[in-house]
T-cell receptor
Framework: NAGVTQTPKFQVLKTGQSMTLQCAQDMNHEYMSWYRQDPGMGLRLIHYSVGAGITDQGEVPNGYNVSRSTTEDFPLRLLSAAPSQTSVYFC????????????FGQGTRLTVV | AQTVTQSQPEMSVQEAETVTLSCTYDTSESDYYLFWYKQPPSRQMILVIRQEAYKQQNATENRFSVNFQKAAKSFSLKISDSQLGDAAMYFCAYSTGNQFYFGTGTSLTVIP
């Protein structure tokens, strides 16, 4: 039972490059979300989705795009990476928006130089 | 705006002793959920315990228990019989459904 899988685990980008962080879950969860974790700031919500075809912004959405074409996948796109996007990124899923427990992936450490 | 405050950036506890981590939150909602997550050096976020705001009884999970004071908007975590494996960063979190709000974390050291 894989749960929530994030790829890659580590990535270094140059300023201005684009990339996609992948997130997949095999639990048939409707709700998926992306967070970034910065030192001294806890986790902050970037974007979330309550089902295929439905996405919405969280607390810190600028510089990131998402889409949800399937229930299983919720990729996070950085169109033009900036050093301020250096962070650890977590994907999480749960059965529905009002389910209590979220399941987290193992995170992606992204460095933008 | 919803905020979660963890006022103890670092805590330490002797092995087998008890430690309490503090958390306060601010919300105008009446129905919400509170959580404590553990993050070891592996980075994995692990759910320790959760509390539904409508429940007056404090949640308990083995050695972990909470003291939920709804009127005071306080949600502390008590770890009893601390073990070396409890050493980690602990995050308090609040959720009304679509969004989670996390505190800044408390780093717990367990002294052998």
């Amino acid at each position: 039972n894989a749960g929530v899988t994030q790829t890659p685990k580590f990535q270094v980008l140059k300023t201005g490059q684009s990339m996609t962080l992948q997130c997949a879950q095999d639990m048939n969860h409707e709700y998926m979300s992306w967070y970034r974790q910065d030192p001294g700031m806890g986790l902050r919500l970037i974007h979330y989705s309550v089902g295929a075809g439905i996405t919405d912004q969280g607390e810190v959405p600028n510089g990131y795009n998402v889409s949800r074409s399937t229930t299983e996948d919720f990729p996070l796109r950085l169109l033009s990476a900036a050093p301020s996007q250096t962070s650890v990124y977590f994907c999480a899923s749960k059965p529905g928006a009002f389910s209590t427990e979220a399941f987290f992936g193992q995170g992606t450490r992204l460095t933008v130089v | 705006a919803q905020t979660v405050t963890q006022s103890q950036p670092e805590m330490s506890v002797q092995e087998a002793e008890t430690v309490t981590l503090s958390c306060t939150y601010d919300t105008s909602e009446s129905d919400y959920y509170l959580f404590w997550y553990k993050q070891p050096p592996s980075r994995q976020m692990i759910l320790v315990i959760r509390q539904e705001a409508y429940k007056q009884q404090n949640a308990t999970e083995n050695r972990f228990s909470v003291n939920f004071q709804k009127a005071a908007k306080s949600f502390s975590l008590k770890i009893s019989d601390s073990q070396l494996g409890d050493a980690a960063m602990y995050f308090c979190a609040y959720s009304t459904g679509n969004q989670f709000y996390f505190g800044t974390g408390t780093s717990l050291t367990v002294i052998p």
